[in-house]
């Protein structure tokens, strides 16, 4: 007896699931394919390409999307992503996916895995901490890193800190955009240690971080920004 109202409610759920399975794929043939693009684009997850293959397999306009080139794109993405995880000490792409904290202290990151971790910014939610010293990265890994954070990116993170790396002022304009997209939307306490801004980029940066009530703490010590900077940074703050 039990065994049969176990295999029904298996029936229901499997059911269930069909319906909802039909019911997506038909609100998805409603949309335009630049809509559709859109949706897939966002199920393009790096740290779990799978996503993208499920919800594919349950509609044909987003299977057609999802063209072999596309999942070949997919694939080499992902497995440069696992080649960073690795790098950083991680078992997995889904530790990184999940982690709220993440220590890059002379891991040996290059500028291009800082790029590749800058990219990866939309796709790690629980991420809370940030924390990077790599030496190893050159004098423009960080840019590279500041510059792949689109708008929403890192969106849990609150303490962003970047010791003894190279940022600069072009480093600091960038970090300004990233901010003024809408990255770290979230951001408490940011901290830029011996980074190479001088007048010009904290010119540069102060409005964004003058835009931000939340920012808490801001620590700029070692970096060789003088009067003119310092000024920017204590100016009123911008019209919204």
Known sequence: MRAGNAAKRSAVIRERARATGAAAAMALSKLSGDEQGIILGQLRNTLEPRLAMYFSS??????????????????????????????????????????????????GLSAADLATLGLLGSVLPALETLILSEYSAGPDGVLRLVEGWVAGALPAVTHLGIYNMHLGDAGASALAAALGRGALPRLKILYLTSTAIGDAGLVALAPALRRRPALERLLLNDNPFGDEGLAALLAPPPPP
């Open 58 to 107: 349950a509609s044909t306009e987003l299977r057609a999307l999802l063209t072999p080139a596309v999942q070949q794109e997919l694939k080499a993405d992902h497995e440069v992503a696992a080649a960073l995880c690795d790098k950083m000490g991680m078992r997995s792409c889904k530790e990184l996916r999940e982690a709220t904290k993440v220590d890059c202290l002379d891991r």
